[in-house]
């Protein structure tokens, strides 16, 4: 555990409160924010930026200024759908907003690491939106409509993009529910 290991752990004010429950003391974040942190290390401005809602309500990206790269956690991954936890805080709306808000941050030469998979360009997490949006305006007068989720399932919204990015049923389930207001 890192915490026993004297490492401070740092991370935003809702990992903390909703892994307090769950983990001993010393495993627990030491620092906590809810506004951005300027870390200065290794001659580099570090910077910690909290998004809305995405993967959980806990996400954050990490800015190394100098170097020129922004870890995204796993509000962005290259190998599958987005994973969209809302029993932890997670939304689809605030996906959105959140690759909105990277690739706002990202130049033309920021290298992006995502949650899971390789280092990305901003073009990348471009694309990765662009299918969120699509699959969003798929569903949206699906669940309009009236059509239950199996239904949708079966008129498979994300078969153009089930290839790159493979099973969308974790996703997929998470559009639904939040589109139907599904608590």
């Known amino acids: 555990n890192l915490g026993n290991m004297g490492l ?40 910690t930026i909290p998004v809305p809602p995405s993967h959980t309500d806990g996400d954050s990206y990490i800015h190394f200024r100098n170097a020129d790269v922004l870890h995204a956690g796993d509000v962005f991954r290259t190998v599958a759908f987005p994973v969209i936890d809302r029993n932890n805080g997670g939304t689809l709306d605030g996906t959105i907003e959140a690759l909105a808000i990277l690739i706002g941050m990202a130049g033309p030469n920021t290298k992006i690491v995502p949650g899971h998979g390789e280092v990305s360009t901003r073009e990348d997490v471009m694309e990765f939106r662009d299918m969120v949006l699509d699959v969003k305006a798929q569903v949206e007068p699906m669940v309009a409509q009236g059509m239950s989720y199996d239904q949708i399932l079966a008129a498979r919204p994300t078969a153009p993009y089930e290839a790159k990015w493979g099973d969308p049923e974790r996703f997929l389930t998470a559009v639904y529910a939040e589109l139907a207001g599904e608590d």
């Open 8 to 47: 401070l752990i740092l991370a935003r004010d809702e990992v903390r409160v909703r892994l307090a429950d769950q983990l001993p003391e010393a495993a627990l974040p030491v620092l906590t924010y809810s506004e951005s942190v300027t870390i200065h290390l290794n001659d580099d401005e570090v910077t």
